[in-house]
């Protein structure tokens, strides 16, 4: 697994917001920009709930979250309730990464 220091992903946010155009997924149905960057994050996993959402929605940065629909409120993963909070700032995305993220090589 890849950890991000929380200090550092703060420094990144900060840096991407003042120099980078920000995007959010919805506003590329019906725009898609020449540069930009798109923040995602796979899975659903707690750590991103109790670490990472903070900072982006403290900097107020746009997200998109692609969940694991079948883990959700399993040991290491968000629970349904923290999903349905995630869904309530503005600048979040929500979808599905897939049911139970099958190993597509085996």
Avoid: C
Avoid at 54 to 73: D, K, R
Avoid at 82 to 89: A, D, R
């Amino acid at each position: 697994m890849w950890d991000l220091d929380a200090n550092l992903f703060d420094k990144h946010l900060k840096f991407l917001k003042e120099n980078e155009s920000l995007i959010k997924a919805e506003g590329l149905i019906n725009n898609i920009p020449e540069s930009g960057v798109l923040i995602t994050f796979d899975d659903g996993r707690k750590d991103f709930f109790e670490t990472a959402a903070p900072i982006l929605m403290e900097h107020e940065v746009p997200f998109s979250l692609f969940v694991i629909t079948n883990f959700l409120g399993s040991k290491d993963y968000i629970s349904l309730n923290m999903l349905k909070e995630l869904s309530t700032f503005q600048y979040a995305s929500i979808g599905s990464h897939s049911m139970n993220h099958k190993r597509l090589t085996e």
